[in-house]
Structure formats: structure tokens, C-alpha cells
């Protein structure tokens, strides 16, 4: 309702680019974060029963793969913001200031995902302690945040603004539960975590890197087409592979711990 009022008062066409640009973001974090958020709750649930103590590592092991889902998507929709916006929506009356602007709040949306994911696993994360409180809690400083940031960018930013007053809610948010939780030591240590994402950091960034220098070598024209169409999923292809070929040469372990993962969600 408030991201609503927000865009209204920028002028004609940023609300279409607002929940364009949304929609467009929660297809990429429905598809890749969510299902893997959602499998955390009766896994940790369940081995809080077993084992509290060891339950704390059921987090740490979600968010490293988290981790390596989120920040790739996010590296990918920043930089691809504006042929995404292009090729699924771009044409006809919707002309290039629109598809730019989609873009513009795209980029936005796309910093707050690993937030946003962060957020649902460590709601879970209280879920499975019985504790419904700290989420509320959370969710109240969230949409305090949103609306401060939503008065001072929207006038200056535009639709951008609005985006990014979204993004700094879901950061407050993330960070209120990572207080709330750690408080009452339900997180794994930091050193179980951070070194895995480093190393997601800069598998994206040379995937980022890589996607900017083929996007300017072979760019890709904001309208829908075939044609577009099949140069965004090269460029996908070719982002994918380079974050491949990076945590391979990390040697990280991920990719065991996900095939692990797999193992015992069929056995349950």
C-alpha cells in the first residue's frame, strides 16, 4: 500500500514500472530462494527435537547454499537489469524510458534479494524455537525503515527511490533478525559461514564482470523477440558457467553439500 502511494506521486507510468520490475524480481527469488527457505523449517524443526546444540549447524549449512543461490541471482539481475526489462517487456507503447525505469527499479529490488532470502531462513530460523515474536518484530522495524526511506528518495530518485526504499526495509529486516537470533544463539559461528561467502562473492563478481563485457560486446535490443530472447539465455549460459568454473577452481564444497542435502530430503 505505502510502495503504492510512493510510486502514484512520481508521475504517469512508475507504477507500472514499480510492479513490473517487482514481478520480474520475486520470479527469480520464488524460482531459486524460496524452495530452498521453505525445505529449512521441518529439517530444523526436526533436529531441534533430536539436538539442540547441533541444530544450530542445520543454519549455517542454509545459508551457505543461500548464500551461493542468492548472491549469483543478485550479481545477474544487477547487471542484466535492463535487457531483462527489455526483452520481457520492451515494445509497442511500453518505449525505452519505460523499460529503462523498469530497469532502474529492477537493479534496486535485486540488492535487497539476499536480504529478503536472509530474512525468510531466519524467520524459520524463530520459527523453529517456537519464537513468533522476534519476525513481528523484525517486520515492524522493516516497515518503519521503508517509509523514512520512502519520504526522503522518492522525490529525488523517482521510481528508483521507491525500489530502494523497499531494498533498505528488507536490509533493516534481515539485520533485526540476525540481532534477534544471534541473541539467543540460534545461529552458527561466523566462521562457519563468512569464508563460504567470500568465496560466493567473488564467484559473482567475475560472473558479474563477465556478463557487463558480453553485454557491451553483444547488447542485447530492448524490445521482445526471438532474437533477444536467445541472446539473454546466451548470456545466461555464459554467466552460469563462469560462476561454475570459479567455485570449482575455490574448490568450494558446496555442490557436496547440496547433493547431501538432496540425499536427505529423499530419505525423509
Known sequence: LLSTRFATSVGSGALTSISIASRVNELIYGVVIVQLTTALLPMLSADRLRDEGAARGTPG???????????????????????????????????????????????????????????????????????????????????????????????????????????????????????????????????????AVVRHLAAAAALGVTLEVVRRVLPVHLTTSVRSLALLVGHVAVGVAVYALVLVLLRAPEWGELRAFLARRRRG
Open 61 to 195: 549449512f542454509a545459508l551457505r547454499l543461500l548464500s551461493a543461490v542468492a548472491l549469483p541471482a543478485t550479481a545477474f539481475s544487477v547487471v542484466m537489469a535492463l535487457p531483462l526489462a527489455g526483452v520481457l517487456y520492451g515494445g509497442g507503447e511500453y518505449g525505452a524510458s519505460a523499460v529503462r525505469a523498469t530497469a532502474a527499479a529492477l537493479v534496486m529490488y535485486s540488492i535487497g534479494m539476499p536480504f529478503l532470502g536472509l530474512t525468510k531462513l531466519l524467520a524459520s530460523t524463530s520459527f523453529a524455537w517456537q519464537d513468533t515474536r522476534s519476525p513481528v518484530v523484525a517486520s515492524i522495524i522493516n516497515l518503519a525503515t521503508f517509509f523514512t526511506l520512502g519520504l526522503l528518495l522518492t522525490k529525488p530518485y523517482g521510481v528508483a527511490g521507491v525500489a530502494g526504499a523497499t531494498a533498505g526495509g528488507q536490509v533493516a529486516n534481515a539485520l533485526a533478525l540476525v540481532w534477534l537470533d544471534g541473541r539467543h544463539r540460534r545461529l552458527p559461528r561466523l566462521r562457519e559461514v563468512a569464508p
